[in-house]
Every structure is written in structure tokens, then in C-alpha cells.
């Protein structure tokens, strides 16, 4: 059972907008904070935006105040709102997540790293 699973990628112009979801399956025992990344062509995956257990985010320099990360606690899912976008946007993100698989884990404090499948995002005119 794949645990997380990407969903909303496409292509837009440049100024244009997209929500990227994650969602969650029940395999995770404990989510204790989650995130996108993203990895364009022959560059290092980079951090987008995090969200920890109490709320707290942040933000990579180059996506403030034009991308938001949220989490539905209910309905156990991720999501990215991004806005504005530039075509140096263009990437494959990934949803992650860190955190206990199983109560046994939380116990002795062991944490485990999830990723999901990754989605496309192109920003062209």
C-alpha cells in the first residue's frame, strides 16, 4: 500500500495557478510533519514548504508569498496552493512525510521517511 498519493499537477502559464493534494493512507501510524519538494532537471531535490503537527510552515525564499501549504486533518490530506507561478517553477514535486509507522516505532522514538510517486508541474506560455 502506497501511503501517500500526489494528485493536481499540470501545465499553466506563467501567472497562473494549481493546488497539488497528497493524500494519506492509514499505514501511517503518526504523521509528525509533512512537505513539498520539488526537483527540476539536473538540479538537487529542494524543500518547498513544510507544515508541522502544530500548524507551523515555512517556505522556501523563492515561494513566499505565492505558494501555501495546508493540511486537512480530517480528511488526512496535503495540500499546495501555488499562485503567481513562474516558469522557473517548473518541476516534479513530491509530497513527504516523517513519522512513525507503527506504535511500536513511536515508542522508541524511530522515524520514518515517506515519499509519493511525484507530480509533474510545467509553467510555460
Known amino acids: 500500500q502506497v501511503p501517500l498519493v500526489e494528485s493536481g499537477g499540470g501545465s499553466v502559464q506563467p501567472g497562473g495557478s494549481l493546488r497539488l493534494s497528497c493524500a494519506v493512507s492509514?499505514?501511517?501510524?503518526?504523521?509528525?510533519?509533512m512537505g513539498w519538494y520539488r526537483q527540476a532537471p539536473g538540479k538537487q531535490r529542494e524543500l518547498v514548504a513544510g507544515?508541522?503537527?502544530?500548524?507551523?510552515?515555512s517556505y522556501t525564499d523563492s515561494v513566499k508569498g505565492r505558494f501555501t501549504i495546508s493540511r486537512d486533518s480530517v480528511t488526512n490530506t496535503l495540500y499546495l496552493q501555488m499562485n503567481s507561478l513562474k516558469p522557473e517553477d517548473t518541476a516534479v514535486y513530491y509530497c513527504?512525510?516523517?513519522?512513525?509507522?507503527?506504535?511500536?516505532?513511536?515508542?522508541?522514538?524511530?522515524?520514518?521517511?515517506?515519499w509519493g510517486q511525484g507530480t509533474q508541474v510545467t509553467v510555460s506560455s
Open positions: 513527504n512525510s516523517v513519522g512513525f509507522r507503527s506504535l511500536f516505532d513511536s515508542r522508541r522514538r524511530y522515524e520514518s521517511t515517506y
Open positions: 492509514g499505514s501511517i501510524y503518526r504523521i509528525n510533519s
Open positions: 507544515i508541522t503537527n502544530s500548524g507551523s510552515t
